[in-house]
């Protein structure tokens, strides 16, 4: 076997959901080319939290070999479903983000990844992130439904009678998702949009070079710490063009021109300006870069934040900045 069927790390895996799309799963599996691995926590009700899971197992201090499978059997409560699916997984790849980790600045170390993040979605539909100093996109995934047996289902609920636990169990989810549950409207496009990337970068009006940044994207991915001790590649990845999910929080620390440090800080894009934003400027000119430029003012106390490109210019009026002194 090859080294990225063979070397260990440590690995666990951790659930979650939609927001407001309740789920619970019955079983689930990270396999390595052993035909062994670590389990995906299971028998919870997950609420949500796109992206972030707040339920883990510990698997011990034995280390695990990269997965090259993904086993996963779930309940839909919104649509009254049970989903299956077996994903093959970009092993070789895998194997190489964990070996290569990334850079610890504050701690001057390497670090590595330690967690695969599975999201069960609505349709079927499943995504998962590998998750440490950064988190990364695994892929996104389809599983089908499947209708167990009467003795199945009976093992995962017990005596419970379907058609009232899913009746209660929906009564508790947000209005907007009884709403559609009701009208028959449940789609993943919302998801699916957070998934898309665009070609972007930072600007700035006055000389602000970056010594560190933190960006979360609608895709829940998270880019924070360099690959390596060479910080040139960290710092070109926000302020060159490159393909980037919708930023969604964003913190970009800098040295002003009279020396002083400063954190620009926005801890919450407005999600829908924003992401209509990107889409309308890459609708006008799919080709065209895009620049998320903030303008700000002399004494370093407030800024603006303004999306372009060569088509268009739309100011972003409703997500708060913030700009801090870090002296």
């Known amino acids: ?151 199945d289902y009976q093992r995962y609920y017990g005596p419970a009678e379907r058609t009232s636990m899913v009746k209660e169990t929906q009564a508790e989810m947000p209005p907007e998702v009884q709403a559609q549950i009701k009208a028959g409207t449940i789609s993943t496009k919302k998801w699916d949009d957070y998934l898309l990337t665009y070609p972007w970068q930072v600007a700035f009006n006055v000389p602000f070079p970056l010594y560190r940044f933190n960006l979360t994207g609608l895709n829940a991915e998270r880019f924070t710490a360099p690959l390596t001790q060479d910080l040139a590649p960290y710092r070109q990845f926000i302020t060159t063009p490159t393909p980037k999910p919708v930023p969604r929080k964003l913190y970009l620390y800098g040295t002003a021109e009279h020396g002083g440090h400063y954190v ?43 999306l372009k490109n060569e088509a268009k210019e739309i100011p972003l009026t409703k997500s708060k900045i913030e700009v801090l002194s870090e002296d």
């Not at 620009?264 to 430029?293: C, G």
């Open 1 to 151: 076997m090859s080294a990225y069927q063979t070397e260990k790390f440590k690995l666990s895996a951790g659930p979650c959901a939609a927001d407001g799309y309740w789920v619970t799963i019955q079983g689930g599996m990270f396999y390595n080319s052993q035909g062994t691995g670590f389990p995906v926590p299971g028998g919870h009700t997950l609420e949500g939290d796109w992206g972030a899971s707040g339920t883990s197992w510990v698997v011990g201090d034995e280390m695990q070999t990269v997965p090259e499978r993904l086993k996963i059997l779930w309940f839909s409560y919104a649509e009254d479903k049970f989903y299956e699916g077996d994903f093959a997984l970009p092993q070789e790849k895998l194997y190489h983000l964990l070996q290569a980790g990334t850079w610890d600045i504050k701690e001057q170390k390497k670090v590595t990844y330690t967690e695969f993040t599975v999201c069960v979605l609505p349709k079927g539909v499943v995504v998962v992130w590998l998750t440490g100093g950064n988190k990364v996109l695994v892929g996104r995934f389809l599983a089908h439904e499947i209708i167990p047996s009467p003795a």
């Open 264 to 306: 620009v800080r926005v801890r919450e894009l407005d999600k829908t300006e924003t992401q209509a934003a990107f889409q309308a400027l890459h609708r006008l000119s799919p080709a065209s870069p895009i620049t998320l430029l903030f303008t700000l003012d002399k004494p370093f106390q407030k800024a603006t934040l303004t």
